[in-house]
């Protein structure tokens, strides 16, 4: 049996802060029946900075090779070959800085905007980089709430949102209030999805990264979801007006969130158009959750993730 190490730094804090946490964890022991693991993950200060990785055949100065939490390193010992896996919001060391080393065979990166990373690595490397899946944030069963929005006839008529806004979304705080409910935390993950399965439509606005916990999460619970499309892909990418609802991108909107009350009122236009086409909004809810039944639910995504990396 070959032999693998796997670098991930976690600690008693981070273990159970993310689902991607717990996904490292599966990931790790689905790994167990396939290769002779030797785990280098645990690290004391793996909630506050970066943990340093020097793998056997590192072309990177020592202490350039650095993973966040979010990160996932799969290294063979007998070839020297690994693979990197990341979550994270922006492009890192871990990410980047191996990217001309020939051993390194695969990238997943979760917020994968094709041009932003093809504009930090050579041509002859880009082959090696490739979308991924991305995560729920919480912890907690979604299927649970799933099945709780399915004994609801009736939804409420607007579109649903919760999270940080005026600093970090400012285009949330144009939004016509009567086309939309939310904007600040609500108070705990049970509380904001029994609120948000009683909606018709949840709205999808980035953070740190294009892609966030939300839209997982309204995939999850067949809420189907409106935004600007997406210039970051999934791997399978998410289909517009298939997977969720799609609005056309102004070429002067880069990030979704800065958008002003132009962009604003694209997005309630939009609304005010499916808002009543019950078929459609069944549509979108019914692929969505297929979606994310096949490549994203924790039954599937640990496979899915191995199919893609192809081991």
């Given at each position: 049996?070959?032999?693998?190490?796997?670098?991930?730094?976690?600690?008693?804090?981070?273990?159970?802060?993310?689902?991607?946490?717990?996904?490292?964890?599966?990931?790790?022991?689905?790994?167990?029946?396939?290769?002779?693991?030797?785990?280098?993950?645990?690290?004391?200060?793996?909630?506050?900075?970066?943990?340093?990785?020097?793998?056997?055949?590192?072309?990177?100065?020592?202490?350039?090779?650095?993973?966040?939490?979010?990160?996932?390193?799969?290294?063979?010992?007998?070839?020297?070959?690994?693979?990197?896996?990341?979550?994270?919001?922006?492009?890192?060391?871990?990410?980047?800085?191996?990217?001309?080393?020939?051993?390194?065979?695969?990238?997943?990166?979760?917020?994968?905007?094709?041009?932003?990373?093809?504009?930090?690595?050579?041509?002859?490397?880009?082959?090696?980089?490739?979308?991924?899946?991305?995560?729920?944030?919480?912890?907690?069963?979604?299927?649970?709430?799933?099945?709780?929005?399915?004994?609801?006839?009736?939804?409420?008529?607007?579109?649903?949102?919760?999270?940080?806004?005026?600093?970090?979304?400012?285009?949330?705080?144009?939004?016509?209030?009567?086309?939309?409910?939310?904007?600040?935390?609500?108070?705990?993950?049970?509380?904001?999805?029994?609120?948000?399965?009683?909606?018709?439509?949840?709205?999808?606005?980035?953070?740190?990264?294009?892609?966030?916990?939300?839209?997982?999460?309204?995939?999850?619970?067949?809420?189907?979801?409106?935004?600007?499309?997406?210039?970051?892909?999934?791997?399978?990418?998410?289909?517009?007006?298939?997977?969720?609802?799609?609005?056309?991108?102004?070429?002067?909107?880069?990030?979704?969130?800065?958008?002003?009350?132009?962009?604003?009122?694209?997005?309630?236009?939009?609304?005010?158009?499916?808002?009543?086409?019950?078929?459609?909004?069944e549509f979108i809810s019914k692929n969505g959750?297929?979606?994310?039944?096949?490549?994203?639910?924790?039954?599937?995504?640990?496979?899915?993730?191995?199919?893609?990396?192809?081991?």
């Amino acid at each position: 049996m070959r032999k693998i190490i796997v670098h991930n730094p976690c600690n008693e804090h981070t273990r159970y802060f993310r689902m991607y946490n717990l996904f490292w964890d599966e990931l790790t022991e689905e790994l167990k029946k396939r290769f002779e693991v030797i785990e280098n993950r645990y690290y004391k200060l793996a909630n506050q900075e970066r943990f340093e990785v020097n793998l056997k055949n590192q072309t990177s100065n020592k202490g350039d090779f650095l993973l966040l939490e979010c990160e996932y390193v799969i290294e063979f010992l007998d070839t020297g070959e690994f693979y990197v896996l990341s979550v994270s919001d922006d492009l890192t060391h871990a990410i980047l800085n191996e990217s001309s080393n020939p051993l390194l065979k695969k990238v997943l990166i979760s917020q994968f905007d094709r041009e932003k990373v093809m504009g930090h690595v050579q041509n002859e490397f880009h082959e090696k980089y490739e979308p991924w899946i991305y995560f729920p944030c919480t912890i907690d069963d979604l299927e649970v709430h799933f099945e709780k929005r399915k004994t609801l006839n009736t939804f409420i008529d607007k579109m649903y949102f919760r999270g940080t806004s005026i600093n970090d979304r400012p285009i949330v705080t144009y939004i016509n209030q009567n086309y939309l409910n939310g904007y600040n935390p609500i108070g705990g993950p049970t509380t904001y999805f029994n609120d948000l399965i009683n909606y018709k439509i949840g709205l999808s606005v980035g953070g740190r990264g294009e892609l966030c916990y939300r839209d997982i999460e309204y995939l999850a619970l067949g809420v189907p979801f409106i935004r600007f499309e997406y210039r970051s892909s999934l791997n399978p990418n998410l289909i517009p007006n298939f997977h969720y609802i799609s609005v056309n991108r102004p070429e002067d909107l880069t990030m979704d969130r800065l958008g002003d009350n132009e962009h604003a009122e694209l997005i309630e236009q939009r609304f005010l158009e499916v808002k009543d086409d019950t078929e459609f909004l069944e549509f979108i809810s019914k692929n969505g959750r297929e979606y994310y039944n096949t490549y994203l639910n924790k039954n599937n995504n640990v496979y899915h993730t191995l199919n893609i990396l192809g081991i």
